[in-house]
């Protein structure tokens, strides 16, 4: 595999075969060259002798370049950054993360960072939206791209809860594009000044795009190779999607996730990059690329991400391909679409050989720019490849996942489910104990699953509990987290104050609890025993370290609990009867409703058990449910000839009227019948609907997006109105409609006719929420 490695990445350095072929055409017959050296060139697009000393690999990466195919991709990623930053940076619901006055623990990466105020976070979101449109019409572009980059990477380093590998990847593009010259083609720059217009670029530009991909995609298949993934634990419920109906025609569910989901995925990232590259094999791999990237923009919520890796596909054609395309279309059409002519020279470029013939000042060697732009093109792809495996110099972000989260390209390798959360805060005076709901006082649930969140989290708690008259708290952390279908155990030691725990980006941190991986083979036996239970039998498996203890409460609702233990030796006290019960592997027992028990692992190695229950109410709710359905059913088809009493007439004409008076079993199933209609409603909807709902739902963000910018920028600018006038300012900027004509109407006239005061201040903020309240038939 590393010689194949090692001729991609050279490969990357090169143009494609077309563009190269014309250019010899252009030259002239090439000079005499020993065979190995012509297939180098045929494969690579380069000479091995180009890369004998750094005088020659400076001019090759300096090589003059159609700059067509970059300027696509800037418009294509100023256009998508433009698209995500009212929804995944945040712009449409920044005033709820943002708010002034807003008590709420933040999670930057380094502490002294802190937001600015509302209004100047609305302006820096503003200036950053400014700058993707700038890189999109390659307007003032050098400038456009740092007011693009340097708020974005404010804003990524200002909440770690947010990152993840493809907020990571814009901030890298961002950064490149401002060090290339990416608006040389299809630009209003281009327009302004005739020197940048439709001239060239050098080759590194392109060559640090195609290696930023190649590392996405192939660290990304390395990361894969984790048995997790190979053995299938990693994604395992996603093969239930409808995306994998085709496979499963002709494979069970368990074999598309072991083949399609996982096999398909690794094998797909680890030959992306190469595929992409070879002419031969670059048709086929635009297939599967894009069919894959369409797939996961169905699958998971991640914004652009899927687009944006669309829009780096054609970067591994021929540099010239829109000038190619563009050829095929009309000559009426022509007129509107980017230059056709053959690009002009550029100071930015290193010319040899015939190419030098009255090109000017051109005709010099590689000059201090170029040397730098092949300097910075080695270092950076060096870097790339370095970080995703710097997880020794970073090991106090290593938990059950290695690295700083975010840049390591290990997507959707690991599933977490949490099981149980506790905080427990003791008054260090007092010595009085106390409990707080977790996630209180923030917004992310991130912090459950990093030590260094959970030590900003427990430091901003301990500052927040002082106004409510707590002194000097500690705080302690109970957190059960089950990765890739694994047993549920404590991630991090619930015996140790996390306010004082010590924490360093530099060191292991000492009071993370090990992944016990030695216990992956139950994973297996899991499964079999889960899929051997009843619909209506649910179970919990867990493992506990010895020495410690779970404190559990068994709902009442929970009437047929019991316990068993698969491994160890653990002791079951009943708090209430003050009794204690010792369990060996086999044995099982009953547990109380209604009352704490405890689990204290007391063998030399961790034990392993399981509860198994029933939730009795839920069964005696469904129950009841399918009775009032077969009566809804006989009163419709006519087989039921007693009229029904007052208290069931909603089941049959859907209204609820005085919700406080429905019996709760009637109005649990009308809430039912109601989300089910909608749903069937929505799976039944014609494309045109699908289209105007997508419509819809978009317009409402961007335009709240956009009023509330102007809100802040006016409010920046000519002071803040009373508290009356902001509030039906924000409340017309909520305003929701079914149906988007009116209120596109409205927006229009309001901005026809300056927008006074007498705004309707109402608003459908409503949301329906299914309750489901315990009770009986009457």
């Known amino acids: 595999m590393e010689p194949q490695r090692g001729r991609a ?16 055409e252009v030259r002239g017959p090439p000079e005499p060259t020993q065979q190995s050296s012509s297939w180098a060139k045929r494969l690579l697009g380069f000479e091995w002798a180009d890369v004998s000393s750094w005088h020659r690999f400076v001019c090759l990466l300096n090589r003059p370049t159609d700059p067509a195919s970059l300027g696509v991709f800037r418009f294509l990623f100023g256009l998508l950054m433009a698209l995500d930053i009212p929804q995944e940076r945040g712009l449409s619901y920044l005033d709820h993360k943002y708010l002034d006055g807003l008590e709420v623990c933040r999670f930057p990466l380094i502490n002294f960072l802190e937001p600015l105020p509302l209004d100047w976070m609305y302006l820096l979101y503003a200036v950053m939206l400014l700058g993707a449109l700038g890189i999109m019409l390659g307007c003032c572009y050098r400038l456009s791209c740092l007011l693009f980059m340097l708020p974005y990477w404010y804003v990524f380093f200002l909440d770690k809860t947010s990152w993840n590998n493809h907020s990571y990847l814009y901030g890298l593009l961002g950064f490149q594009l401002t060090l290339m010259d990416a608006n040389r083609y299809w630009s209003i720059d281009g327009l302004r000044h005739p020197r940048k217009r439709n001239a060239h670029v050098p080759l590194w530009n392109y060559t640090v795009l195609r290696m930023q991909i190649f590392i996405v995609y192939f660290i990304a298949g390395i990361k894969k190779l984790d048995a997790d993934w190979v053995e299938g634990y990693s994604m395992g419920s996603l093969s239930r999607h409808w995306l994998f109906d085709p496979f499963k025609l002709v494979l069970s569910e368990e074999m598309t996730s072991l083949l399609v989901v996982h096999g398909g995925g690794l094998v797909l990232d680890l030959t992306a990059g190469y595929l992409l590259f070879f002419d031969a094999t670059r048709p086929a791999a635009l297939i599967f690329v894009s069919y894959f990237h369409c797939m996961n923009s169905q699958l998971f919520s991640i914004g652009m991400f899927s687009y944006t890796m669309l829009a780096t596909s054609p970067l591994f054609c021929s540099p010239d391909w829109p000038r190619r395309l563009g050829a095929r279309f009309p000559a009426c059409l022509r007129r509107l679409l980017p230059s ?17 013939k009255g090109r000017g000042r051109g005709e010099r060697g590689p000059g201090l720019r170029q040397k730098l732009g092949a300097l910075f093109t080695v270092l950076y792809v060096l870097e790339q490849l370095f970080l995703p495996y710097s997880h020794f110099i970073t090991q106090g972000y290593n938990n059950w996942t290695k690295g700083l989260y975010g840049y390591s390209w290990d997507m959707m390798v690991h599933s977490r489910s949490h099981q149980h959360v506790k905080i427990t805060y003791r008054d260090g005076v007092t010595g009085e104990l106390g409990y707080l709901n977790p996630g209180v006082f923030t917004q992310s649930r991130r912090w459950k699953d990093h030590a260094d969140m959970l030590k900003q989290y427990a430091t901003c708690l301990s500052r927040l509990l002082h106004n409510y008259n707590v002194s000097q708290p500690e705080i302690y952390f109970d957190i059960w987290v ?33 992944l016990l991986v030695n216990l992956s083979p139950w994973r297996a036996k899991l499964q079999e025993i889960e899929s051997s239970l009843d619909n209506q039998t649910e179970v919990v498996f867990i493992a506990d370290f010895p020495g410690l203890h779970l404190e559990n409460f068994v709902s009442e609702d929970l009437g047929n609990t019991s316990l068993q233990l698969l491994k160890g030796e653990v002791v079951v006290e009943i708090i209430k009867e003050q009794r204690n019960y010792t369990l060996q592997e086999g044995d099982r027992m009953q547990l109380p409703p209604g009352e704490y028990h405890k689990v204290h692992t007391v063998s030399p190695e961790p034990s392993c058990y399981m509860y198994i229950y029933v939730n009795t109410t839920d069964v005696a709710l469904e129950r009841n449910l399918t009775q009032l359905q ?21 089941i049959l004409d859907g209204a609820l009227g005085d919700a406080m008076q ?27 609907e699908r289209l105007q709902r997508f419509a819809a739902r978009k317009y409402f963000l961007f335009r709240r997006s956009f009023l509330m ?17 902001l509030a039906r300012e924000v409340a017309y900027a909520n305003m929701q409609q079914e149906g988007i004509p009116h209120l596109i109407q409205a927006d229009i006239f309001i901005m026809l006719n300056r927008y006074d005061n007498r705004v309707d201040s109402n608003r459908d903020d409503s949301t329906t929420v299914l309750h489901v309240l315990h009770g009986h038939l009457k």
């Open 630 to 650: 077969e009566l809804r059913d006989k009163v419709q088809n006519g087989s039921e000839t007693e009229p029904l009493p007052p208290e069931l007439q909603p």
């Open 9 to 24: 990445a050279a490969a990357l350095l090169s143009e494609s075969l077309p563009g190269r072929r014309r250019r010899e």
């Open 340 to 356: 056709m002519e053959p690009p002009q020279p550029s100071e930015a470029c290193v010319y040899r050989g015939s190419e030098r």
């Open 709 to 725: 910018t102007w809100i802040s920028l006016r409010n920046l600018a000519l002071g803040r109105p009373s508290l009356e006038h």
């Open 662 to 688: 429905t019996d709760p079993v009637v109005q649990a199933f009308v809430q039912r019948q109601q989300r089910l209609e909608e749903l069937q409603r929505r799976r039944n909807a014609t494309l045109g």
């Open 482 to 514: 089950s990765i890739n279908d694994r047993f549920q155990q404590r991630l991090f030691d619930p015996q140790v104050d996390i306010v004082r725990a010590e924490w360093s980006p530099f060191s292991h941190t000492p009071w993370l609890k090990p």
